[in-house]
């Protein structure tokens, strides 16, 4: 294999097992090949395709029970540097045992050239369209936004450690009536906006002004969707209200984004895509996709129930039309191979059927360019009802990152670590906890379902948290420092000093750091983050037994001096730190030296 990427073993045993089946039915048509990580009692790893060879194989007039297939398979499998030995077990499990020299070899390769992706192919040009807030809405917690920024950052993290081309989009909602309703808010409030350029103050509480007054003012109401009309068509007062809007919310946001280590995000809202609406509605027009129905171009698109507004009856443009411009805009100009929408799970359906309709109208084919809703649940409060304050009101975003801060700082306080640290250390660490507690509680739940969030629980070092995790890593980390091991001496000792794996903690630690180029693999398929986080946890778990089971460092039990240090277990905890540091890196969580 190339020595760039790391080994994907599941992909290795697949393709070995793949050719055992190929010589063993040689007249089966693509048989299923899967191998899977084992429990400890069953190999390493553990291919169950007897199973599903009986039906394919009775099929072609074959009649064979499992255990028989398996047998056979097992036979067929050819000499090879990985398989230690393959037996049969139960019904027709094949379980498959490594052979310690390639683990060995692989662990070698990791401390000596770091952690590298698995091989996924070509370069892709990826986009992500992701946090996209709209501006005239209060940024709640229980809301999409901080779920799809968190989300959205850890996808393409991941897309760009295994070295695709990210672009990242914040797919802001700028151009919609809301919009009408803050522009018609400014101007009565400011009204010599054009010469003074005002500045909001309080954007939450003039968000809340101006929609009290849509719902209640009928002239309001007909001067915001007057407003909206203009701005569509760039009236030069009208832009000026909405760009003096915009910029204080996107301060805001660009402050959110700075706390979260959100970088490269690119300010792209539909209004963005104005300029090419009318030409994309022609296009449409042109591939027979859209009709006339009450006024209104419409757009039914096959195997949906409910078509895209295209234009309105007043002529104005729609979400949809919006999203239909930045798919043309996307696929065309940027020529992505992927499109990637972190959006929440409800707008599902709108997604989709702008996604069929570009296909319907040839833009693209949906089986080669992946265009993918990356969907997620809504945040819920330790009652299992929408995330609110005490008072019952919703939770801002900014207001929920200072109550992570002030939590992880009492929690860091009660630890004593305040008296461990020095000030600016004590800083880091309180922002690497906080801030690092909401990301994992977010991305270690399957994204798909709703799910309930606690800081109590979000700040407990025991369970499967941000804060678990860091305090292992860095007391990984400070093992070799209290051994008196200079880190270039780690670094001499790789390659020179032999593993030997012989204790059965060790085994198990080695193998499953070498399965996370294969999480890596899956999760680029599935985009479910909670699997890199269980794995993370595991890691912790193999290397606690392994440190409660093996000496790295060996003291004297009376003075406390350091005898002897064991530099090929030293190298484990190495290796363990650097997949723990690749893990991190692709979930966007800090970690610290000190904590
Ligand atoms: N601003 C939208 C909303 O608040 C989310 C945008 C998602 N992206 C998209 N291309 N439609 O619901």
Redesign the pocket.
């Known amino acids: 294999s190339d020595k760039k990427n790391m080994v994907s073993i599941m992909t290795g045993l697949s393709q070995l097992f793949g050719q055992a089946i190929q010589s063993a039915y040689p007249d089966l048509v693509d048989p299923p090949t899967t191998v899977v990580p084992s429990t400890q009692r069953f190999g390493d790893y553990q291919c169950n395709s007897a199973m599903g060879l009986v039906k394919m194989l009775k099929d072609k007039g074959v009649k064979a029970n499992p255990r028989e297939i398996a047998q056979n398979i097992a036979n067929n499998v050819s000499e090879n540097p990985l398989i230690e030995k393959v037996d049969v077990a139960g019904p027709g499990f094949i379980n498959v045992y490594l052979t310690k020299a390639y683990v060995i070899d692989e662990i070698n390769n990791l401390l000596s050239m770091g952690v590298r992706p698995p091989y996924v192919g070509a370069r892709k040009r990826v986009l992500v ?1 992701m946090s ?3 501006i005239a ?1 209060v940024m709640h917690v229980g809301h ?2 901080l779920r ?1 920024t968190i989300i959205g950052d850890a996808i393409c993290r991941l897309c760009e450690f295994v070295g695709h081309d990210v672009l990242k989009l914040n ?3 700028d151009w919609g009536i809301e919009i009408g309703m803050l522009i018609t808010n400014f101007q009565d409030e400011f009204p010599n906006y054009l010469s003074i350029s005002p500045l909001i103050q309080d954007l939450t509480t003039f968000i809340q002004e101006s929609k009290q007054r849509f719902d209640n003012e009928e002239e309001f109401k007909a001067r915001a969707y007057a407003s909206v009309v203009k701005l569509q068509s760039y009236d030069p007062d009208c832009v000026k209200a909405w760009t003096l809007i915009c910029d204080v919310s996107r301060n805001e946001l660009r402050n959110i984004y700075k706390r979260l280590d959100i970088k490269n995000l690119v300010d792209r809202g ?1 209004s963005y895509y104005q300029p090419i609406m009318p030409k994309v509605v022609e296009i449409l027009d042109k591939s027979g996709l859209t009709k006339v129905e009450d006024g209104r171009k419409i757009c039914w698109v096959p195997g949906h129930s409910v078509p895209l507004t295209i234009v309105k009856s007043d002529g104005g443009f729609t ?1 949809d039309t ?2 239909m411009a ?1 798919l043309h805009q996307r696929l065309f100009k940027e020529k992505a191979d992927w499109l990637l ?1 972190v ?2 799970q409800s ?1 599902n359906e ?2 989709e059927t702008c996604y069929d309709a570009a296909a319907a109208a040839g833009w693209c084919d949906r089986k080669t360019t992946r265009i993918e809703h990356v969907g997620f649940g809504v945040v819920l409060g330790e009652d299992k009802k929408r995330f609110k304050t005490v008072y019952g009101d919703p939770v801002l975003v900014v207001d929920f990152l200072d109550e992570g801060i002030r939590r992880s700082e009492a929690r860091l306080r009660e630890e004593g670590r305040d008296k461990v640290l020095n000030e600016e250390e004590f800083n880091a660490a309180k922002e690497a906890v906080a801030y690092g507690c909401i990301k994992y509680a977010d991305l270690s739940h399957n994204r798909v379902h709703d799910y309930v969030f606690s800081f109590d629980k979000m700040l407990d070092s025991k369970g499967n948290t941000a804060v678990y995790l860091q305090y292992a890593y860095m007391r990984i980390q400070s093992i070799a420092r209290a051994a008196n091991v200079k880190p270039e001496d780690i670094e001499a000792a790789i390659g020179k000093v032999q593993l030997s794996l012989d204790h059965p903690k060790e085994w198990k630690l080695a193998k499953c750091l070498l399965r996370f180029p294969d999480i890596v693999l899956r999760n680029m398929d599935d985009f479910l983050m909670h699997i890199l986080c269980e794995y993370l946890y595991e890691l912790c778990g193999c290397f606690t037994e392994f440190w409660d089971a093996c000496y790295v460092v060996e003291k004297d039990k009376t003075t406390g001096n350091v005898v002897k240090v064991n530099m090929d277990r030293l190298l484990l905890c190495t290796a363990t730190a650097r997949i723990m540091e690749a893990g991190f890196r692709i979930l966007g969580i800090r970690t610290v030296a000190k904590m």
Do not use: F, I, T
């Open positions: 369209d996209s807030p709209n809405k999409y936004v799809s797919h802001l909602g539909e979400y919006s999203d930045a929408y959006v929440n707008q709108h997604l």
